[in-house]
């Protein structure tokens, strides 16, 4: 039986090989024999000020992407999120049926909450919010990095809320799937953090339109240890073990592999095999990313991708208001 699948990218630029290993990878191999819905999550991005300019940019530029990488708008649905009033409308619905407690608890909102009297609310509620666009699609599993488990978990406890009070078929309750490989790879220059968009060093990520020189530069200048031995130990080695991660995942050879081609040998070499392993397999994603991107095809896509999704959202909406008594 063919499941349905939901993922989201933020559009907020710098899209890195960590969205790619966690993510993005996983987005392309499912739509193989599944039916896949994957968004531009532009909403989510505006919980944290961004310049409109940018913004817009940011947006066609996570499409293309999209596509850049394989995902297939003439298989899956490509949309963006703001173009579907559903995700907003029932973000609503799973608010009044989520707890504070529970909100309060999520540790992504308690990262970006150092100043607690001034979050945004919509940073509070961003968590619902991916609740809506997961459950609006009656989504069977959704590909993500590691760093959304307790999202996903709020999800289902929500979902699972509101069948108990509104009948159990009134959601889907959907899974997780994470990778054994890739789900969190971690900074070039401090392993013990994950690698992200918004870290200031640009040496602390490699982001998928990097120039091969700069791909180089940041292996080159990774941070290791020095024992000399490449091994995998994400406990005690977590910068040589992050790069095997990459390495294996990219290659497609595994880790135990990988360190018996490598004993005794300086990680130097190890790290220039990396570079080029990575930027030999980025090449073929930024040149067709640069086609994608100025084409006419890509604003087709989105419009297409937008009727898609608000077909599919229009009727579970429906079925959700009828079900809590809104509407006649
Ligand atoms: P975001 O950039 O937060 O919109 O994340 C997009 C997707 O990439 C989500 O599925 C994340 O879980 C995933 N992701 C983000 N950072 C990493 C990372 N360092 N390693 C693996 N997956 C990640
Ligand atoms: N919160 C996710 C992230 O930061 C992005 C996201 C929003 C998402 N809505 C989603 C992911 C729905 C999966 C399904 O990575």
Redesign the pocket.
């Known amino acids: 039986m063919t499941k349905r699948v ?5 559009p907020t630029g710098n899209i890195h090989i960590g969205n790619y290993l966690g ?1 993005l990878k996983q987005f392309v191999q499912l739509q193989e024999d599944n039916e896949c819905i994957y ?1 531009i ?1 532009d909403m ?1 991005a505006i919980t944290l000020p961004k310049d409109p300019k940018e913004l817009r940019k940011n947006i066609l530029d996570t499409a293309a992407l999209y596509m850049a990488v394989g995902v297939d708008p003439s298989r899956s649905v490509v949309f963006v999120q703001s173009d579907v009033p559903g995700h907003a409308d029932l973000a609503w619905i799973l608010m009044c049926n989520a707890y504070t407690g529970e909100l309060s608890r999520m540790t ?1 909102f308690k990262d970006k909450n150092r100043d607690n009297e001034s979050a945004p609310m919509g940073l509070f509620s ?2 619902v ?2 609740a809506a ?2 459950l609006l699609y009656d989504s069977d599993i ?1 590909p ?2 590691n ?2 488990k307790q ?1 996903i978990e709020l999800t289902r406890d929500i979902a699972v809320r509101i069948n108990n009070k509104y009948g159990k078929d009134t959601f889907v309750v959907p899974d997780g799937r994470f990778l054994k490989e890739g789900a969190r790879i971690m900074a070039l220059d401090d392993p013990m953090s994950k690698m992200s968009k918004s870290a200031e060093s640009a040496l602390s990520r490699i982001s998928l339109l990097d120039e091969a020189a700069t791909v180089k530069k940041a292996i080159m200048r990774s941070t290791t240890d020095s024992d000399g031995e490449i091994r995998f130990d994400a406990e005690n080695k977590p910068g040589i073990s992050n790069l095997l991660t990459i390495y294996s995942a990219f290659s497609g050879v595994p880790a135990t592999e990988l360190e018996r081609r490598y004993r005794g040998e300086g990680y130097g070499a190890f790290k220039k095999d990396l570079a080029e392993v990575v930027a030999e397999s980025l090449a073929p994603i930024k040149r067709s990313y640069a086609e994608i991107r100025q084409s006419e095809e890509l604003i087709r896509a989105l419009k297409d991708g937008e009727e898609r999704a608000n077909a599919l959202a229009e009727k579970t909406m429906k079925r959700v208001k009828e079900r809590i008594g809104l509407g006649r």
């Open positions: 939901f993922s989201g990218v933020q993510a968004c999550v989510h992504q961003y968590p919010l991916m666009d997961i959704v993500v990095g760093d959304q999202h």
